[in-house]
Every structure is written in C-alpha cells, then in structure tokens.
C-alpha cells in the first residue's frame, strides 16, 4: 500500500485525526555541498598550485520536518530538526554538552482576526535573508552580512499582525520578545531578554507563493513586486559578541586574565533595512544592517559594532536556469576588517527550489586586497 | 491520501505487516516550559526587582516513540529517543562524547501466562513519580525527592509477574538485574550489577486505563482505588553519588589529590514505600525513600544518603482544571542541608494529558530558611 | 487505518509520488548486545573469578533508514541515520563537536548503461566484510583485521560499472576520489583526497539476493558461487594513524613536544584482497589486508603499518541455525603487537538477517599468549 503525495517539497506523509482534532505532515531535506578554496598569498596573489586547493565535501543541511494543527487550523505548530554536524551546531556547556538538534519548535496560534501569537522557538524576524529558508536560496549560502549581523533563532513569544490600507497596500508588523541568547541554551541565558520589532511594507500587494521570503523569482510575477522591512533589535544587557549569537563575553579582572564563566554584559542594538523586488524573472534584494552597542571594550570578546550592505539580483530564464549576481560587504569600523565579497551564481531549478542544482563562484577582498577564491556546488531535494 | 488516528496521543501512524508479524506505531510529543525564578538573598528575603528575575524558556521535551509487536503480539518493543538538549542530558567520556538520545530501548516478551521479561534499556521499577511518564504528570515537573532518589533508567533484564488473590487483590512483582550505570553508558560500566525489587498491592483492583501510574483522577474513578509499592535497589560496589546516577566518584590517593577516571566504589542501598489513591477526581500519591552505603566517605563525591518524603494530592473539576498540592523534602542526614519544598499547581487538561497547558508555583527553603520561589508555565502536546 | 507491509526488512512505509516524480521507503533498525568478557592475569592465565567479569549491556546499533528515488528510477539515493551512543561516535573538534548522527546520505545516478555516479557520504570498496551491513553479519560483530584496516565511510565520489563476459562471468569495476578524513568531518580536511579502485570476479555470476555481501548462505545457492575481490587505496597526505581512521597525527616540534592541531601527514596505502564462497548452505569469507606508509615514524601517533588476515567459514542448518567459525590476525611488524582471534558462534535466523538471534565466543591471544575471553549475545531486529 502506497501513500501519495502530490511532488516534491509537499511531505512524504500527511497524517489526520479521524475528529479532525490534528494534522501532522511529515517532511525531509538534504543538501550536499562540495566546495573548493583558494587563500591568497602573503602578496595577495592566487597560486593556483592544486596543493594549495583546500577541497571540502558534506551533508550541509539534512533537516526533519513536522508541522500542522493541533484543535484547530487556527492553532499551527513547526518543528524542524536537524541532523548533520552543520545544523546541530557546536555543542558547549550551555547546551548541556548536547547536540543542538532542534532548530524550530513553535506553536502559532491566530486567536484573533490577523492577529498571531507564537511561543517557542524560531527565527527573530530579523535579515530577509536570514528568514529565507535555507532551502529557497538563490545562491549556494547566503551573505557574509547575514553571517555578521544574523538575529537567528531564539526562544520566547512573538506577536504578529497585518492589515491592508486601500486596495493592496499590505502591512506587517512583528513584535518579538525572547531569551536573548540563540537557541538550545539550558543554562547562561545571563543579562536581560532582547526585544525585536519589524514592520514591513507591501504597496503591490502580496508576491505569488510567499515569493517576498524566497530567492528568485520562480513564479515570473506578472507585475511588479516589492516588499520593503525595517527591523529594530534591542538586547538588554547581551553577553554574546554578536547581540545573541557568537562568542560569550567573560569578563577580564583586575590582572587582565579573563574569568572563567563569569559574563559581562552590554546592550547591544541590530538594525536592518531590507527589500525584495521581483518582476517577471527578474529579482532583486538588498540589506543594510547596523550594530552599536553600550560598551565596544568590554571582555574578552568585545561586541563587534559596524555595517554590512548585500544586494543581490537574478534572473530566472525560461528553462529555469537562473543567473545571480551579489555584492556583499561587512564594515567593523576599525576594529576589523573590511570584507567585501563578489558573487556570482548559476542555479538549475529542475521542481522550483524543492529540486535544484546551484553552482557558484566567490572573490573576497579584505581592506580592498584579494583575500579568496571559493567554488561551491550544491544539490538540493525536498520531499 | 490520508492516514487517520482517533485523537491525540494515540500515535501519527500505525503499520503492520501483512502476514502479521509485526506492528509499529509511531508517535511524538513536546513539552514547552517558561520558568521565572527568584533567589533569596543573604538574609532570606526575596527581593521582587525584575533584575533579579531569572527567566527560562525552553523546549523541555521532545521525543520519537515507536512501539509495537514482532513475531506474535506476546513480543512487544518500546522505543523512545529524546530531541532536546534536556532530553539528550550531558554527554561525557561514558557515553561516548555523544549525546543520550536513546531513553528506552527494550524489548518485552510475555513467554508463559502472566510473566514477562523485559531486556533492553528502560525504566527501573523504583518510586512511583518516576515509573509516571513525564507526559503524564500532575504538576509541571517531578518532585526534589526524584530528583536526589530516583533510579531512572538502566540497561539490563527485568522479570515481571502478577496474579490476583481473591476477587480483585492484584499483586506485582518485579525483579531486575542491570548494570548499575544508567543510561547510554558505552565504557566506565565499573563495579557489579544493580538488583531491583519491587513488589505492589492493588487490593480494591486495578484502576481505568493504568490510572496507578498516571498524575490525576482524570477518569474520576467511581469507586476507590489504591496502589502500595515497596523498593528494595541494591547497588554493588556502585561509583556514582546517587548509585546508577550523579556524578563519578573517584578515588582520592595519598596526597590528597583525586584519580582521574580511577572509580571508587561502595555498596548502595536505596528503598522507597510510596502509594496512589483515586476516587471520584481525588487523588493523593505519597513517597518515601531512603540510601545508604556501606562507605559514605570514600572518593571525590561521597555517596549522599539520607531519606526524602513527597505528598502529592489533586482535584479535577468537571470542567476539567486540576487544582494540585504537593509537598516534598529532602533530608541529607547533616551531610547536606535539609530542602523542602511546597508546590501548588493548577492544570487544565483539555485532552487529558495528551494536550494540556499545566502551571505551578513553589517556594522552597533550605533548613527551615526562605531559599527560593519559581513560577513554571508548560505546555504539553502528544500525538 | 493501517499501513502494510509484506514482513521484516521491507520498511515501515512506502511513500510514491502521485506523479511518480519520487519514492521513500522508511525502516528502522536496532541491536542489542550484551557481552561478558575475562582478561588474562599477568601471567597469562585465565582467572573465573565472577569479580573479574566485565558485563556489558547496550543498544549496539540503532538506525533511521530512508531510501527511493528522485526523478527517475535511475536516480536513487540512501540515508542512514545512527541513533545509539556508539552509531554517533565519538564527536569531536572535527565534527564541530557535533554527532556523527549520519551514517549513509548518498545519490546513485545510473546515467549510462551500467555506469552509475555516486555522490555524498557512503562506504568506500574496502574489505568485504566492511561493506557487508552490520545488519546481515554471520558473527555478532565484525573481526580485528576489520578494526584496524577498514577504509570505512567518506565523503566524495565514485564511479560503478559492471560487465559480464561470456554467459554469467560478472566483472565489477568502482574507483572512489574521496575527501581522505572519514566521515562527517566539518574542519581539519587537512592534505590530499584518497583514492580507491576496487575489481571484483564473479566467475559463476551473481549471488542470489546479492548474497556475495551477506553473512552465511541463507539461500542455500543451488551451485557455487564466488565473488574474489581486489582493493588498492592511496590516501594522499593522510593525517591520521589508520589513514583515513583513527587518531589524529600530529606534529612534534624540536623540544619533542606535539603541536596542538598542527597536522603531520604522509602518504598511506592500504590493499585488499578478499573472497565470498557459497553453495548450498556452506560459506566461507577470507579477506588479506596490507597497509603501507611513506613514513611510519612521523608526528605523535605514527601511521599503523602492518597485515591482517581473517577466514571464516559457516553451514547453515535446515532448521535455520548456523555454526560458524573465524580465525583473524592483526600482524603490526613489531610497531605493536600480534593479535590473533578465534571465534565460534551460534546464528538462529528467524526471519532470515531480519530478526535473528546470534551468540559467539572468542579468544584472542597476544604475540602467541593468551589476552582475553569474550562472550556475546545479540538480538537484531529490522523493521
């Protein structure tokens, strides 16, 4: 006995209560990715010596999927687990020296007209790019800005609206209030909660399939698209070099040594401005994003304040090959580096993003100097 | 295509071969739980100054089940793996620097009328709190006493038989011989084996649907219903505070200085009495527990006896609320402060405990002086 | 609403595309075993004292499987997933301190004729033994030679083809560029890929079921069959003491101390030769193994240069037990040890490979003097 489902990306089962009191689809998702690099040399010359190559193959993401309802479609529930060394993460003592496996667990309930709570964790509405699944990527990864700035995933509540002003001029705003620490913390979710507001504009209506939180235009929007978001994080009192992600910030005392497992805090702020725009093939993306923070000195791992830029742009021909272009750059004012990174792409979408071949190829300039050459190839299937 | 279930928490599917040798259900559950805490401070007060507030928000559980027959309906298997980082607990050199993912694990195979014997990973049959699922509980989480005495789980063989005397009075026996260990332990098995015996008498019969070991009068029993159990755990030459369970007990050698990984071991004993009474949405589940060793001082981390008591007692509205008292303590014999701990619970079960949203506060002092307070909020969902 | 399946081994479900753009079967397997082993005394005797057994009980290997095809028939792919302490192995930096959760994630594209790609993580063509699944074993586990030569899983390439000359003589040919570092390995892909080209001879065709990668002759194969198979692996710059496996070597700087994660490396080559007899119900599997290093004396754990030998002989009963017998060396050339093992054990195939019962008792000797008795009994299930 077979159970169908309809194609690619739809669920490899979709499981009813009899009272109609739940539903489960079950999904699954893997990406392979083979990569090859290049390091500039001390003149910041490439020596393309095949010695010199550092080649890299993996399972990138392989991902469980369950979601549905619970009592009613208007109680949803997300969970995604992962399972390769890349999704679970660096395992640490705030983790309980256990493996991250859980990336969303949330339950979404819509309780009144377009109003949503959700409790539990997933992503912050933060960088487009960041809340993009990994799956519907235009290119083989996203940005060194969202590497940077990312919000990621937290655990707490948010509470979600949208209203249409006129005809189609959609708006949504999100309001966000979590741990502050990234996800799959059991113990040192020290200093305050951080609080994430973002508010996105619409003047063109909605985009075809969610296409405003998807790479490409794959659905060649007869007319013109544009989503534009603003997004504004505050976390009280932070210990993590990156707001809620990165490295702990333990305090230095009095002889300069750093005390082991004792934090020290600062508020850290994370603002972005971001777009889509998609036409009849044509996409385009941009972010900007900025990070200040209280006190840029205190610790051993100090918060790293500065900007980023990305803009991305593609088109999907009509034999869904796609060509993609991405410019991307991290500002850390002084205290780091410039980075700036040049992208171009080439992805085959055989069922959308559910199925797809993407190809692409990277040079990264730090402080306006060649600094690396990347080639990535990478499989995508979505059952 | 759909596959139906009746309603929550009797699986997503069931399959069964079609010569009928095997059967396999395959279900899931989560648990969601937001705890704000509050320490006292030097002089036992409790300052309320929302910076003082420790907040946590986590996905406490989440597990795969899969059960089911092979061969013949009389060989039934249980599996239970664990997703969360509280599941998976703290991976360590004894478990292979991986993470605990496996709960149970076992296999039970009723060869001849009413025994059965079990091998494989699962439960002991210790104190009654911790035999009752976590999915099954009265109040957000298990008692002190469980946390300090429980047996938890281990690997190994049980033998388990009942037989009714008179009209109704069931009696259980149980007797098993596992490692001594705990859990998922690949090396470090140090020391002899664990015997466990336990014997229960049900004289009034037993109660609706395995009601003895599930929080709650949530089927009303009409008439009164009791359970008594008594423990008897003997530990050899065991290397661990708490027996199976806790942390290593190494040994310390002349100068003072403890081995690495070079176990000290000692005889444990650990009993417990404990009991549950239901009649018509009243319940009432009382423990006792008691360790000792025949060396309490030997190594790094001696073992900890003393004795522990816990009273639970509930009533469920018809309308299905759940107000629950418990009262617990743990007495370390003037090796470790005495902790007591006083919980009041209000649950509403709105699909028994398949789907539940449960509450509860405590306060706890430490040798009669204020010591803690915590709110706890958890959200339960079974499939 | 129940899902069939015909018996053991066949999955749990089967899940087809109503467009028949893709296929998942889901199964699910589990091991548990339980030893009990003696080492000699200093003197080389065997002291039976119950204090100097060492007990050991565990779920030996328990695996999520998924498997079917995308697109086409001719594109397949396999997942395998380890759930047990010892399936994850032991993470560590390499693994992003991460599980080794997955096992198998590999696409097999048969693009032309009998020429088939295959990408992703997967078994190299080493020794036979290696390649035959855990699940089909003739003994309750693999032998010594198998511990210390295996090329195991990697990450990368390969390339299939098979021929048939004149009526049934089966010529197989697989060459592999893989990432040379073992599986699941995120960083520390450190020198050159490995190279492994495999020839196998099966001058009286195929097995039955593919029975030259089974255990035993549970087909009782009416005539003779024979599979010899021939292994060559270059792996370029390896940096660990097995090649691909075991520790990590390291750099030793002038002072004689090692250099923390500077990697030492050399070229290791390591040879097959191995064969597969059945008929009628008698088997018998010999497998040679060399390896070989450019310098056997560099960094802090030396590359492990040396032979192996291994043969095994079974008969299976009418009655579906098997007696089976192996005899294993482990020649290291005075680098370390000679280790030699005899091995008896007892197979009662219930449901063929798919639920059985094996026990075996093995006695290992040291440069020709008694070491160690070991005693296990194993219970496998596959759903």
């Known amino acids: 006995q077979k159970i169908g489902k309809d194609t690619f990306g739809k669920g490899i089962f979709n499981s009813v209560a009899k009272d109609s009191t739940w539903s489960m689809k079950f999904g699954l998702r893997m990406q392979y990715l083979t990569s090859v690099g290049l390091d500039a040399d001390a003149n910041n010359n490439f020596d393309f010596d095949p010695k010199n190559l550092q080649t890299d193959t993996k399972v990138r993401r392989y991902r469980l999927k369950f979601d549905g309802f619970v009592l009613s479609p208007k109680v949803k529930y997300k969970i995604e687990l992962g399972m390769s060394n890349n999704d679970t993460g660096s395992s640490n003592e705030y983790t309980k020296l256990g493996p991250k496996l859980i990336l ?30 990994s799956a ?61 507001s973002r508010i996105e504009f619409l003047p063109y209506g909605t985009f075809t399939s969610k296409g405003d939180y998807k790479g490409g235009d794959l659905k060649r929007e007869p007319k013109p698209k544009l989503s534009v978001g603003l997004t504004y994080n505050h976390n009280d009192r932070a210990s993590r070099q990156r707001g809620s992600q990165g490295s702990i ?55 790293k304040v500065g900007k980023g830029y990305n803009l991305t742009a593609g088109y999907l021909f009509h034999n869904n090959y796609e060509i993609t272009t991405r410019y991307s750059q991290v500002d850390y004012k002084g205290i780091a580096n410039t980075k700036e990174q040049y992208t171009v792409g080439v992805s085959k979408y055989i069922v959308g993003h559910a199925l797809k071949i993407q190809t692409d190829l990277s040079y990264t300039t730090v402080d306006g100097a060649s600094d690396g050459l990347q080639y990535r190839l990478q499989f995508e299937v979505h059952f």
Not at 109 to 125: C, D, H, R, V
Not at 137 to 146: A, E, G, T, Y
């Open 104 to 133: 969303d667990a949330v339950l979404k309930w819509n309780f009144y007209k377009n109003l949503e709570i959700w409790a539990g964790q997933t992503k912050l509405p933060g960088n487009r790019e960041r809340v993009i699944s």
């Open 136 to 196: 519907n990527m235009q290119l083989v990864d996203r940005s060194i800005l969202n590497r940077e700035f990312t919000l990621d995933r937290d655990m707490g509540f948010q509470l979600r609206n949208h209203h249409t002003i006129g005809k189609q001029f959609l708006i949504r705003e999100v309001f966000a209030i979590t741990q502050g620490e990234g996800r799959n913390i059991t113990t040192g979710n020290v200093g305050g909660q951080q609080y994430t």
């Open 249 to 303: 910030i333990e305090l230095i005392d009095d002889s300069g040594s750093p005390e082991d497992h004792v934090f020290a805090t600062t508020d850290v702020n994370t603002s972005f401005v971001d777009f889509m725009y998609k036409h009849n093939g044509y996409s385009m993306m941009g972010e900007f994003a900025y990070r200040n923070a209280d006190d840029t000195t205190i610790g051993t791992n100090p918060v």
